[in-house]
């Protein structure tokens, strides 16, 4: 019962809309980039609110559930990685997405970064986190600009820290970060279905972690992710398409001791 009144309903889902087979669509295919593990409830929000958000924008775009089944500490930064390496060619840009924020403002724009990495979930509009490098939450990158970063850091185990890093590998690139500019709603533009007393994040830091977090990885990321795909499954959730990838990460422990519980 006090799990169940802390939560917020979602928003109302309205009927699908029609396939992306009309011009107006654009050329450009959005791979939506989603790291997961055991948040079935939220998983069953996302994937439809997502699929009808984005196809009334008219945003082609196919939805990756990068479901971490290993038993290493969670690791987002990797599971990007990952989902960019096995997200097709038939995609050109990606959306690094949380599944437990959903965009409540349609003039939000989800369309093709070609200027820069376009961070939707701005500290000016996120519930959460404010501070002005924040990067989190929704970033768009064409593929392009991603492999120009090399992609984001494997180092990071646990909850938190990987997309500051990302921010100063952006920022290494010679590339600008833009923001979303007339929005109105303020920190109300987004619902955040995370439920803290329920959903526990691994903040956890352990030995040298505790320093390296606050360090550049300048030399891995999608060169050097480690992985396995268990299983690629195509599901429809509510009439909503997406896949999920069962993904097995691999971990050195003489380079990240910290990826384990232990």
Known sequence: QS??????????QAPLPP??????????????????????????AFVPYMHRFLSKKKIRHHIFILNQVDHFRFNRAS???????????????????????LPLN???DYSFPEAGPFHVASPELHPLYHYKTYVGGILLL??????????????????????DEFYRRIKGAGLQVRRPSGITTGYETFQHLHDPAWRKRDQKRIAAQKQEQFKVDREGGLNNVRYRVESRTALSVAGAPCTVL????????SETPWCTFG
Not at 5 to 11: A, L, Y
């Open 3 to 12: 799990r169940g009144s802390s939560r917020q309903p979602c928003p109302p």
């Open 19 to 44: 396939l992306e087979d009309e011009p107006s669509w654009g050329p450009h295919r959005l791979a939506l980039l989603v790291p997961f593990r055991e948040r079935f409830e939220e998983l069953l």
């Open 79 to 101: 599971l990007i990685n990952v989902g960019f390496l096995e997200s097709g060619n038939d995609t050109d840009y990606i959306a690094m997405h949380d599944v437990d924020l």
């Open 106 to 108: 349609e003039q939000l």
């Open 142 to 163: 064409t593929k392009q600009h991603y492999e120009l970063c090399n992609g984001m850091s494997n180092r990071f185990w646990g909850w938190g820290r990987e997309d």
């Open 246 to 253: 069962n993904i097995l990460l691999d971990c050195d422990t």
